[in-house]
């Protein structure tokens, strides 16, 4: 689950996680070319492209793959017409939902994505009817028991990092850049052989709110459906569920 999900969410669907690897390369392949069409095939003077390079190679995408896909971006490879759109929504107990996707066909994507919402239970909604409530960062979580505090707080403000916190709750560090910042942060932690968990560009909600009980099930359900449609790059949502109920959820 992309965004701002509790560690509880990531431990427990890690290994569902790595079953999708193939479509979780699919999606950064996407990201990687269509920033390289847009700003050129140069990291240095395409920031998009650099951040999106590094955050593929937090989960471990071959170069070989990331070749593929810049020169696929500027020309080199099979023409594609691909476009980024964003839907918004609402699920349950009203939580927020962006949904970003890629697609060569807007009109079969846009019917996919209303389609999940009403079968999820949600509600989809006008352009910018819930953008607001977010803000883009730089994202990077670490276990707690993989980590020196003293020295990932070292290595990350001096990178340019803006926050490092402890989530005791969570048993782990989240570690917060803005997004110009994501790729000399992420360099610097490969760089200190420091292993995040989760290195991602990610829309942060200003607020979350509480769900549980029937509510928080139907949800999870509803993210879940959004994000396996193919045309769908990352769902975020503003909500936030206990690690009891967590548990409870998934067992």
Not at 17 to 44: M, W
Not at 126 to 143: N, P, R, T, Y
Not at 175 to 190: G, H, K, R
């Amino acid at each position: 689950m992309s965004g701002h999900s509790k560690w509880s969410t990531i431990k427990h669907k890690k290994a569902a996680a790595d079953a999708k690897r193939g479509q979780v390369f699919t999606r950064f392949i996407r990201e990687i070319t269509i920033a390289a069409k847009l700003g050129g095939a140069d990291p240095e003077g395409n920031p998009r492209l650099r951040s999106a390079i590094a955050a593929s190679r937090g989960v471990n995408m071959p170069k070989s793959n990331i070749d593929r896909a810049i020169e696929k971006g500027t020309g080199g490879g099979e023409d594609t017409n691909i476009e980024e759109i964003r839907y918004e929504g609402y699920g349950q107990d009203g939580v927020a939902i962006l949904v970003d996707c890629m697609t060569d066909n807007r009109n079969r994507t846009v019917s996919d994505v209303r389609s999940a919402f009403n079968k999820g239970g949600g509600n989809m909604g006008e352009s910018g009817c819930v953008a607001w409530m977010f803000h883009q960062k730089g994202l990077f979580i670490f276990d707690h028991n993989e980590v020196d505090e003293e020295a990932l707080m070292e290595v990350a403000l001096e990178a340019g990092a803006e926050d490092v916190q402890e989530k005791a709750d969570e048993g782990c560090f989240e570690v917060t850049s803005e997004p110009a910042d994501f790729a000399p942060v992420q360099e610097a932690f490969e760089t200190a052989n420091l292993k995040p968990q989760v290195a991602e560009l990610s829309w942060i909600p200003e607020n979350t709110v509480q769900v549980e009980g029937d509510s928080a099930e139907k949800l999870l359900n509803l993210i879940e459906r959004l994000e396996e449609l193919d045309d769908v790059q990352n769902v975020y949502a503003n909500y936030d569920i206990d690690d009891a109920e967590m548990e409870r959820l998934n067992t």
